[in-house]
């Protein structure tokens, strides 16, 4: 059965930093595209950052880049995104998702496995 894990979420000051990881198990997450995607209440899902599988290279989102980055540990399986500068309109549910190639950020309806999500909350 292949399960995406996230975990790390929490409650952060603003100028804070977080890191959410993804743990996979049933699959091998360098096999595939891994995506980071967002998603606030009342707003729609967006795509944050992605790692390619094969040789590791990553895309981010202009809203995000220069602040988060997207890393693969392959002994542990796992996926994380490290989050800096942290500011209010980046609270949300963050989920991980697994597919073919990065272009699960752009269309995310080609994901072939979600996680379940870790709530980030940035607030004073």
């Known amino acids: 059965q292949v399960q995406l894990v996230e975990s790390g979420g929490g409650l952060v000051q603003p100028g804070g930093s977080l890191r959410v990881s993804c743990a996979a198990s049933?699959?091998?997450?360098?096999?595939?595209?891994i995506a980071w995607f967002r998603q606030a209440p009342g707003k729609e899902r967006e795509g944050l950052s992605c790692i390619m599988k094969s040789d590791g290279s990553t895309i981010t989102a202009d809203s995000v880049k220069g602040r988060f980055t997207i890393s693969r540990d392959n002994a542990k399986n796992t996926v994380y995104l490290q989050m800096n500068r942290l500011k209010p309109g980046d609270t949300a549910t963050y989920y991980c998702?697994?597919?073919?190639?990065?272009?699960?950020?752009?269309?995310?309806?080609?994901?072939?496995?979600w996680g379940q999500g870790t709530r980030v909350t940035v607030s004073s």
């Open positions: 998702a697994a597919g073919q190639s990065c272009t699960i950020v752009a269309v995310p309806g080609l994901s072939d496995y």
């Open positions: 049933g699959l091998t997450l360098d096999d595939y595209g």
